[in-house]
C-alpha cells in the first residue's frame, strides 16, 4: 500500500508544479499584452505621458533624454498601439502634441497597480 500511495503523491506534486509557472506568468491578463511588443523607448515615453500629461515631441526629448529619432519611433509604435494621439498645438501649428488615449492612461494604471505589487 505504500508503493500506491507513493506514486499517488509524486503524480500530484507533478500537476501541481506544471499549473503554477501558468498562473505565474499571467498570460491571461490582456492589459499586460499591450506592452509586450513595444521597446523599452515606447514605454518610457508613455510613462512620461502618464505622468506629465500632453507633451510635444520637444518636450518628450527633454523628459526621456533619447533622441529625437527614437522618441519619433516610439510615438509611432504608441499610436499604433492606439496609446497615444497626435493634434495639432495651438500655439504652433508647425508642432503636434501628443496625448495619452483613454486606453493609453487605462494601461499605464495597470503597470502602476503591477509595479505596486
Do not use: N, W
Not at 54 to 70: C, F, I, K
Request: proline letters at 3%; one cysteine or more; glycine letters at 6%.
Amino acid at each position: 500500500m505504500t508503493g500506491t500511495h507513493q506514486t499517488h503523491a509524486t503524480t500530484e506534486a507533478t500537476e501541481t508544479r506544471t499549473t503554477e509557472p501558468e498562473a505565474a506568468t499571467g498570460a491571461t491578463d490582456p492589459e499586460s499584452d499591450v506592452f509586450a511588443d513595444l521597446p523599452p523607448s515606447a514605454k518610457l515615453v508613455h510613462f512620461v505621458l502618464d505622468r506629465d500629461g500632453d507633451l510635444t515631441q520637444t518636450g518628450l526629448v527633454e523628459e526621456t533624454a533619447l533622441s529625437a529619432r527614437t522618441v519619433r519611433t516610439a510615438l509611432g509604435r504608441l499610436e499604433d498601439a492606439g496609446l497615444v494621439t497626435e493634434s495639432i498645438c495651438l500655439r504652433d501649428a508647425r508642432k503636434r502634441v501628443y496625448s495619452l488615449t483613454d486606453d493609453g492612461a487605462d494601461a499605464g494604471e495597470s503597470l502602476d497597480v503591477e509595479a505596486e505589487a
